[in-house]
């Protein structure tokens, strides 16, 4: 139990997702968790504004319904199979974040400086939810896939195109890493 | 009943993305600073594991439930569409640090502003859907 409590490896816990693709595929699915934003459209008639959300969006139940069960996932392994958060940062990792005014590194999955709602109640801290929002939505559907569609199936199925979408993906968040950080923080 | 095979995958889904700490933004930001394995051999095994599982269903002609040739879907080819909306979503992940697996994940684990990010999220698949056949692919 001990065990289970601590934080997982990557090399226990990389496989674990690719054994979640594997099923998902054996189900005669797939592994897709943006396509769920086009379902959600759907099902606010947004069929009527964009021939992208014309489709019956009951067919996609099945994945809403693996939506619900990550949440599910997500509670119980937080608040059932985890000993209080500590996430083993490299010391220079919570440093660079120190001298960008997150001085709760590891402390909690993520920094209060932008998820608390003292700041999310800030006119910045909004504008940061949203924007990172919207670029995931937005970019995820227009790529056709994220981390799960692209760079775990795709790639596990050494598509070209995921290799190209995932090395985007990194393009994009290395810019925002080192060049937009110091000018948003 | 038959959809509570895709209840229990998504809930063991949330469960190893929370204990791998892979929903955590300071695990993202610390990938993209170069500055820890651990988000990469998460990465990187479950692409390794992916192919030799793929690889073998392949061989052995492992047939899915309705019967017909296991396989993943096909991806779109367009290169702009995968460099550009690629790029956007990187810059999305890097900030929110969460990608659209994590964020229910994460409202399961009581962060409840990530919803904002969601709410935005359908907006801007909402706009991509209206403005999609303007762009490029």
């Known amino acids: 139990m001990e065990y289970i409590l601590q934080p997982w490896p990557w090399f226990i816990s990389g496989p674990l997702i690719a054994l979640v693709m594997f099923i998902l595929v054996y189900f005669g699915k797939t592994f897709g968790m943006s396509s769920n934003l086009e379902t959600f459209c759907a099902m606010c008639r947004a069929g009527k504004k964009a021939k992208l959300f014309n489709f019956n969006w009951r067919d996609q139940k099945w994945n809403l319904i693996v939506v619900l069960g990550a949440v599910i996932g997500g509670f119980i392994a937080r608040f059932v199979l985890s000993n209080p958060i500590h996430i083993d940062l490299n010391p220079e990792t919570i440093e660079h974040l120190q001298q960008l005014g997150f001085n709760n590194a590891g402390k909690s999955l993520l920094p209060p400086e932008i998820y608390s709602w003292e700041y999310v109640l800030s006119i910045k801290g909004l504008a940061i939810l949203i924007a990172g929002g919207f670029l995931i939505g937005f970019g995820t559907r227009y790529a056709g896939g994220c981390t799960s569609g692209h760079a775990i199936t795709g790639l596990s199925s050494l598509q070209l195109s995921s290799l190209i979408a995932t090395i985007s993906f990194f393009i994009g968040g290395l810019f925002m890493v080192h060049i937009l950080f110091p000018l948003i923080f | ?137």
């Open chain 2, 1 to 137: 009943m038959k959809y509570l095979k895709f209840l229990l995958v998504g809930i063991f889904f949330g469960i190893v993305l929370v204990k791998s700490e892979a929903v955590s933004w300071y695990r993202i930001y610390e990938m993209f600073r170069f500055e820890s394995f651990h988000m990469y051999g998460i990465i990187g095994s479950a692409v390794l594991t992916g192919i030799i599982l793929l690889l073998i269903a392949k061989k052995l002609n492992l047939k899915n439930i309705e019967g017909s040739i296991m396989q993943a879907p096909l991806k779109n080819k367009g290169l702009t569409r995968n460099i550009v909306g690629g790029t956007l979503f990187g810059l999305g992940w890097a900030l929110s640090g969460a990608c659209p697996g994590p964020m229910y994940i994460l409202v399961g684990t009581g962060v409840f502003s990530i919803l904002i990010t969601i709410v935005a999220a359908i907006f801007g698949t909402f706009v991509y859907g209206l403005l999609k056949d303007k762009l490029p692919h």
